[in-house]
Nanobody
Framework: QVQLVESGGGLVQFGGSLRLSCAASGSISNIYYMGWYRQAPGKQRDMVATESITGRTNYADSVKGRFTISRDNAKNTMYLQMNNLKPEDTAVYYC????????????WGQGTQVTVSS
């Protein structure tokens, strides 16, 4: 069972930057997919960015060019670098891990709040 802990959220101004971290309880080198999701009040939880075990990345259209997902296998940590933040980025951000493609089993962190002021 994978335990995930997010950190790095906070309050930033429009156009600011944050780097979120997701520390895993064990090795992440063999986790097939890891990603970041976010959920704003009254909205569903949406994918922000994912990275496969091969390094292939996918981003939501709304964050392309602004956010970068990465893994540091040596530190068992995943990151989300967020630049040029906008108020619409305000949400709780969750770390996700899917160790294998099948059967699909997802593990989630507790979330970290990101608030972007205008």
């Amino acid at each position: 069972q994978v335990q995930l802990v997010e950190s790095g959220g906070g309050l930033v101004q429009f156009g600011g930057s944050l780097r979120l971290s997701c520390a895993a309880s064990g090795s992440i080198s063999n986790i097939y997919y890891m990603g970041w999701y976010r959920q704003a009040p009254g909205k569903q939880r949406d994918m922000v960015a994912t990275e496969s075990i091969t390094g292939r990345t996918n981003y939501a259209d709304s964050v392309k060019g602004r956010f970068t997902i990465s893994r540091d296998n040596a530190k068992n940590t995943m990151y989300l670098q967020m630049n040029n933040l906008k108020p619409e980025d305000t949400a709780v951000y969750y770390c996700n891990a899917r160790p294998v493609s099948f059967p699909a089993t997802d593990y989630w962190g507790q979330g970290t709040q990101v608030t972007v002021s205008s």
